[in-house]
C-alpha cells in the first residue's frame, strides 16, 4: 500500500511476460496504508493491483491468495489473483514476493451511512460462511501472542497510564484464552481488517472487499469486532454510534446469528480489537519503515476506543 519498492514501467512490463494480462499502458503507484507496496497497473486486458509484499514470507501468501480466490469463486465481491503462465498465484519481483489481483470497481466511503453498515455486516457474515470449507489454515499473524511481542517494544515509549492500560488489558485478554473460553467460540478463516478503507462501494452498493493480507485463523467474533470498531464510532471520540451499530450487527446475524457464548463474550472481544490495533499503530508510530508516500496512523484513536470499551462497557449493547 505505501511505496517501499519502486518498479519502473520497464521493469513491470518484463514481469508482465508470465502472464496473459497484455501489455502495459499504465502504472500508479498507491499510497494509503503501511504493510506492503501496491501499484495500480493497466493492460490490455484491464486494471488490476500489483502488490509487493515486504513483510510476508512466500510461504503465507497462498493462504492470502487462496481464500481471496476461493472467496471470489464463492461469488462474493473479493478480489480474484491472476494465474500466471505456470499456473501460479504467486511471483518474484525485484527480489520480493508479489501478487496480481483485479481492481474492483468503486471507492471506499469516510463517512459510512447506514444502509453501507448494513451491506458489511451482511458482507462479513457472508465472508465466514463461505470460507468454512476453505483448506487452508494459517493462524491470526497479529494474535495474543503478536501482541505480547510488540508491547514489549512500545511500552518504553508511553508514559504511567498508558502502560498501566496496555498491561491491564492484554493480561485480561491472557486470563480468557487462558480458562478456555476463547476456543469455545466459533472460528474459522477471518478478514482480520475489514475497515472503511478496505471496503469499496459503486453507487450505493458495497463492490467489493479488498486487503486481505491480515487474513488468518481466528474467532468470528475477533472479527466482528474489528469491524464495529471502526464503521460505527464517532471518530474524534470513539464512541458508538448506535444507528450505525444496530444497522451492522442485524445485517451480520441475519446470515449467522450469535451462539450464547460469543454475545458473553461481545464486550471482551472488542476490547481484544482495539488493544491490537493500538499497539500496531504505536509499533509503527515509535518504529517506522522508510516508504514513499507513508504516513504512519495515529495511535491514540484506540487508545481512546480500548479505554472507553473498558471503561464503559455498557454503551455496547449484548448483540442479539
Not at 52 to 63: A, D, M, S, T, V
Not at 231 to 244: F, V
Amino acid at each position: 500500500m505505501a511505496v517501499y519498492t519502486s518498479v519502473t514501467k520497464e521493469q513491470l512490463s518484463e514481469f508482465l511476460n508470465d502472464y496473459s494480462l497484455g501489455h502495459l499502458r499504465g502504472l500508479e503507484g498507491i499510497g494509503a496504508g503501511i504493510e506492503n507496496t501496491n501499484y495500480f497497473v493497466t493492460t490490455d486486458t484491464g486494471r488490476y493491483v500489483l502488490t509487493i509484499f515486504e513483510r510476508l514470507g512466500e510461504h503465507q501468501l497462498p493462504f492470502y491468495l487462496g481464500l481471496m480466490q476461493h472467496l471470489a469463486a464463492s461469488g462474493l465481491p473479493c478480489p480474484d489473483p491472476q494465474l500466471r503462465k505456470d499456473k501460479k498465484l504467486q511471483g518474484r519481483l525485484l527480489g520480493k514476493p508479489c501478487a496480481i489481483v483485479d481492481c474492483l470497481p468503486g471507492a471506499w466511503i469516510p463517512a459510512p451511512s447506514i444502509a453501507a453498515c448494513s451491506q458489511v455486516g451482511d458482507l462479513l457474515a457472508r465472508m465466514h460462511l463461505a470460507a468454512q470449507d476453505y483448506p487452508g489454515r494459517l493462524p491470526n499473524q497479529r494474535d495474543l501472542h503478536w501482541c505480547e511481542k510488540a508491547s514489549k517494544r512500545v511500552l518504553p515509549f508511553l508514559d504511567n497510564a498508558k502502560k498501566q492500560l496496555l498491561e491491564t488489558s492484554l493480561q485480561e485478554q491472557l486470563a480468557f484464552v487462558a480458562s478456555g473460553a476463547r476456543a469455545q467460540l466459533p472460528a474459522g478463516s477471518i478478514h482480520g481488517d475489514l475497515f472503511r478503507d478496505n471496503v469499496l462501494f459503486d453507487f450505493g452498493k458495497l463492490s467489493g472487499a479488498i486487503d486481505f493480507y491480515f487474513a488468518g485463523y481466528d474467532t468470528w467474533l475477533y472479527d466482528l469486532a474489528t469491524t464495529v470498531n471502526d464503521w460505527c464510532i464517532d471518530d474524534d471520540t470513539g464512541a458508538l454510534n448506535s444507528d450505525r451499530y444496530s444497522a451492522l450487527m442485524n445485517g451480520y446475524s441475519a446470515r449467522r446469528p450469535l451462539l450464547p457464548q460469543e454475545q458473553n463474550a461481545w464486550p471482551l472481544m472488542t476490547r481484544m480489537s482495539a488493544l491490537r490495533f493500538w499497539i500496531s499503530r504505536l509499533d509503527d508510530w515509535h518504529s517506522p519503515r522508510p516508504a514513499s508516500q507513508l504516513t504512519p496512523k495515529d495511535p491514540t484513536h484506540f487508545e481512546r476506543i480500548l479505554q472507553l470499551r473498558t471503561t464503559n462497557p455498557a454503551e455496547l449493547p449484548k448483540p442479539l
